[in-house]
């Protein structure tokens, strides 16, 4: 259901746009051009009445959604401004001409004006003005794909509407900056964002805001697949906008509800449906809704066996999009048109399109534009042959799945969570406000006893204090555990995620991969040659898995505080030698040359199998972040007390930011390594654990771009037995 967001991005966007006009009439058009005449029979040539009705003529054909009339108009009242001392009227022109040109598909001309009309209004101190640029430019660079700068704007236009207390237009901003990461598949900041938005419209009592509410409930049940409950909201919302005479919103929403025809088969219904929202968008003339619209057509022709149709509409929808730059309409016409053909068996057109889509869904970073583009590539090489290429397309279908997957158990989560504080939330206020209202009631009744009798009246305050002191007592200590409670269960599902994510990516797609590649060669779809060319590939894959699994049993029995500690004297000499035995194929297919220098004084006091572990992961990522050929160093230096081992890599390095989240006891995202190998941000939590239980320290150096130094220290051996025996 890719395409209801889209449409529903859209009709955002229309709505954050300000169109100013401080000065509009409510004539006719007729008898504006009327005055107008007169003005320039009277040789008013460049006067600034005739430039206010040049503006309000501009804005009435706006309103009439004549948008070239209208641009013709307010750029003729532009050149008098220009002559006349009236910047504040000057800038709203140069503002809505932005808003004429964004609607006409013209993007970058459109941020020029934007820009001319913001220089000016920061002059003026005008910052409602500089609010609406900021806003407008950000719509233009989320339509342009820009995703970062358009947030950029949005955030500035927020900070500037916060302090003008601006509720309606911070919403608006806000609810543009979660569509944006609604694209980007990013649902945990898309809801939490969307709940800033939803509080505040509820606040001011916002219709537009609960037709947004709407609209977003019925996105949430289409994505668990709940079509009569998505439909149920869509209609709510489709009823507000009809009042409203909301054209571009009824156009949007009817759009909305064609696509949940099309997924339940009901495509009568669906191809009515979205005829109706066709005819509004061409009223309107409303580029960017006719496209998704034959998209969307398209889709059902498709569906239906009306082939003929379908590539009609799916290539108008196409050449709308490339007219009006529109990058994220081009990304989905092309992933249809390239899923259409291969299913027409024409494999060159098909390739054509998925390979374009591709490079499109790299720069917009919209995963599940990627992940179905890929698997029409898959399945291009299958039918060609190319079994090799097929088997990388669909492993990195695969991984794009898997990532949407993970990101919506996080995204129920988050929801789940953001409920559950909430709930909890409103427990906590109806419990102080039932004790307030106890307490009045309290105090009303001593003040009745305290006519009778003085000394009841002294009794029962102090047994009263002595209960609410009690109470207090019991809601506090109550309040603590359950602190502590959500405490624990906060840090076991960031654990149960941790494995999950680790079991569902980590683990699940290079298994998956051998096992394709296991079916292809058992099948006869790859010979002896060909087995053998992927054989290393494969053999790395089966080592990561090893190294993945022994980490993760270690780290559980870790969490678990099963893992039990036992120092004795060993020497780093024999370990480090048997290491790089260990490592030998991996460093043999990187060209990757392990140099050690051990002193003589180098036997420490600690548990063999915990150094063991330490050194195999501190080695394992030098050579994962190794670029081929490179050398890496593991040298040893001796103090009074300890020995200090360090290992330098002469690879990728790290950022500073980076650096200071290592070793803080929170799990750390693994980078992927220079030949693609992927991790799993246990290893180093590993390493710090088991330095610290055998009296040790770790830290690191590193500059990006250049490599980096991880530095460990053991106890002596001989000074930890001199200790122990004094």
Not at 229 to 253: C, P, Q
Not at 552 to 569: A, D, F, I
Request: glycine letters at 6%; proline letters at 1%; one cysteine or more.
């Amino acid at each position: 259901m890719t395409n209801s967001i889209f449409v529903y991005f859209s009709l955002l966007l229309i709505a954050s746009f300000n169109f100013e006009s401080a000065y509009a009439q409510n004539s006719k058009t007729e008898d504006i051009q009327l005055a107008i005449s007169k003005l320039i029979d009277s040789g008013k040539t460049n006067d600034y009445e005739l430039a206010i009705q040049y503006k309000d003529l501009a804005f009435d054909y706006y309103q009439n959604n004549e948008y070239n009339d209208a641009l013709s108009n307010y750029l003729k009242a532009i050149a008098i401004l220009k002559n006349q001392d009236q910047p504040k009227m000057l800038s709203e022109c140069l503002h809505n001409v932005g808003n004429l040109r964004f609607f006409l598909g013209e993007y970058l001309s459109a941020i020029d004006y934007y820009s001319q009309a913001l220089e000016i209004r920061k002059v003026l101190n005008d910052e409602k003005g500089m609010a609406s640029g900021y806003n407008n430019i950000a719509n233009v660079y989320s339509r342009l794909g820009n995703y970062s700068q358009a947030i950029d704007y949005y955030n500035q236009s927020i900070e500037i509407k916060e302090q003008l207390n601006d509720q309606k237009g911070i919403t608006s901003s806000l609810k543009n900056i979660a569509t944006i990461y609604y694209f980007q598949s990013n649902y945990i900041n898309a809801l939490e964002t969307n709940l800033k938005a939803l509080k505040i419209s509820e606040a001011i009592q916002d219709s537009l805001g609960v037709a947004f509410v709407y609209n977003n409930m019925a996105l949430i049940y289409e994505k668990q697949e709940k079509y009569t409950e998505a439909l149920e909201f869509y209609h709510k919302s489709l009823s507000i906008k009809e009042a409203m005479n909301d054209l571009r919103g009824i156009a949007v929403t009817l759009h909305n509800i064609g696509k949940i025809y099309e997924v339940r088969s009901a495509f009568d219904s669906a191809l009515l449906v979205l005829e109706r929202s066709l005819d509004i968008s061409r009223k309107i003339e409303d580029k960017e809704g006719i496209s998704s619209t034959l998209n969307s057509l398209g889709m059902i022709y498709q569906s239906i066996g009306d082939y003929k149709n379908a590539e009609e509409n799916f290539l108008a929808s196409l050449k709308i999009d490339e007219e009006l730059n529109d990058k994220r309409g081009i990304l989905r016409s092309k992933n249809n048109l390239g899923q259409f053909y291969f299913n027409q068996g024409n494999l060159q057109l098909a390739r054509s399109m998925s390979e374009a889509a591709i490079i499109l869904g790299k720069e917009l970073g919209t995963k599940e534009d990627l992940k179905d583009s890929y698997f029409t590539l898959s399945k291009i090489d299958e039918k060609e042959g190319k079994f090799q290429s097929a088997l990388q397309n669909y492993q990195t279908f695969t991984a794009y799945r898997d990532s949407l997957d993970l990101l919506n158990l996080e995204n129920k989560t988050a929801q789940l969570q953001a409920e559950y504080e909430y709930d909890k939330q409103l427990a906590i206020i109806k419990a102080e406000q039932k004790a307030i209202d106890l307490e009045n009631e309290k105090e009303l009744q001593a003040q009745k006893f305290q006519r009778n009798i003085l000394l009841v009246y002294t009794m029962f305050i102090l047994f009263v204090a002595f209960i609410l002191y009690k109470n207090y007592q019991k809601q506090r200590r109550e309040k603590e555990r359950s602190e502590k409670r959500s405490l624990e269960l906060e840090k076991a599902n960031q654990i149960k995620a941790k494995i999950f994510s680790i079991i569902g990516h980590d683990l699940r797609s290079p298994i998956n991969s051998l096992h394709q590649l296991l079916e292809l060669y058992q099948n006869d779809l790859m010979d002896e040659d060909e087995f053998r060319e992927v054989l290393p590939q494969l053999y790395k894959n089966v080592g990561g898995i090893m190294l993945v699994l022994d980490n993760l049993l270690k780290w559980s029995l870790v969490e678990m505080k099963m893992m039990q500690t036992n120092p004795k004297k060993i020497s780093l000499t024999k370990s480090i030698n048997t290491l790089k035995d260990f490592f030998s194929t991996l460093t043999e297919q990187k060209g990757i040359v392990i140099k050690a220098e051990i002193g003589n004084d180098s036997e420490v006091l600690a548990d063999n199998d915990q150094v063991q572990v330490i050194l195999r992961n501190l080695i394992g990522n030098a050579i994962k972040y190794s670029v081929e050929g490179g050398e890496i160093l593991i040298k040893t230096t001796s103090t009074q007390e300890e020995v200090i081992i360090s290992v330098r890599d002469c690879g990728t390095g790290m950022k500073p930011e980076l650096v200071k989240k290592l070793f803080q006891n929170t799990l750390v995202e693994s980078k992927t390594g220079t030949t693609g190998e992927k991790g799993t941000g246990l290893g180093l939590s590993l390493c710090k654990y088991y330095t610290e239980v055998n009296g040790g320290s770790i830290w690191v150096e590193s500059e990006d771009g250049v490599g980096s130094t991880f530095y460990f220290s053991l106890p002596k051996a001989q000074v930890t037995e001199a200790i122990l025996e004094k």
